[in-house]
């Protein structure tokens, strides 16, 4: 399955996903973001709306879904 | 009533039907608390101030430094080691005398953000670190008044209004929880481009001029802005019933 993460395409690896018929936002999180990364404020996007973490393991993706995940940006 | 130099002064906006002499009246009775005076506090300031905003309160503790010039252009060669808020008030007081601004030379902790955030109708973050943003977000959803976010580095910037007075208005915490880690990049570490953040504070100063005028602002919105690739995003989001700040708003 193919997905977008902050614009750019991310095969999602199957053995992630083989006991399940569908991959959740945990599944990509784990694998697009660093350990480090996962420990820094984020917000999650799916085609454009916010998901709540408590729904991350609960938001199933569909094939071509575009998910962003953004951090504060500090400065000014 | 405007006085007819106010009239002359303000027309290009009073025409506009949106705004009007009631807007600008509105503009003139308005107080604003602007918190940092660097790249984004200054046009936030300088836009606030040519547009007649009547009180305009400018809180920063930093002095100038010659790395601050090529983007807080408030400043200039003539103007380092001064405090930011003192000398961003006198280059404002030149450029309207309409306006009242009011210099905190210190940063905003809580104790004076406790005293200054209900002074005003609108505060505008122009800070440069997260815990005063975190700090800030939370005096103005206890004390439910208007909180216009910028941030901006490198190419990026980001920009959101927080509006407590609405019930299920999402608060900055909403979307970026604290966590166990800061952020790792600011202007220090990453660098930033000037006309990037005149963009955020351009959007910050008309969303700013929204609020204190009555038409409506979209909260609940992130807006995005990658100025390399030139291209804005908005992201939804709804107020999270578990966010600890607006719970019990
Ligand atoms: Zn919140």
Known sequence: MKVHINGEALILQSNDISKKSKANLTDVLAQYLTSRQQKMSFAVALNSDFVSKSQYSSTLLND???IDVLFPIVGG | MLTSNE???YSRQTMLKHIGENGQLKLRNASVLIVGMGGLGNPVAMYLNAAGVGRIMIADGDNIEITNLQRQVLFGESDLTQNKADCAA????KNNSDTQIEVIDE????????FYIPQVDVVVDCSDNIETRYLVNSLCVD???PFVVGAATGFDGQQLVVDPRKDNAACYQCFFPISEKAPANNCQTVGILGPVLAIIAGLQALQTIKLLTGIDVKYNQLNVYDGF?????????SKQVDCPICQNN
């Open chain 2, 7 to 9: 009239q002359l002064r």
């Open chain 2, 229 to 237: 690739y030139n291209q804005w995003q908005q992201f939804n989001i």
């Open chain 2, 143 to 145: 004390h439910k008044k």
């Open chain 1, 64 to 66: 071509g879904d575009s």
């Open chain 2, 90 to 93: 006198e280059k404002l007081n």
């Open chain 2, 107 to 114: 940063m905003l902790d809580e104790e004076l953000g406790q």
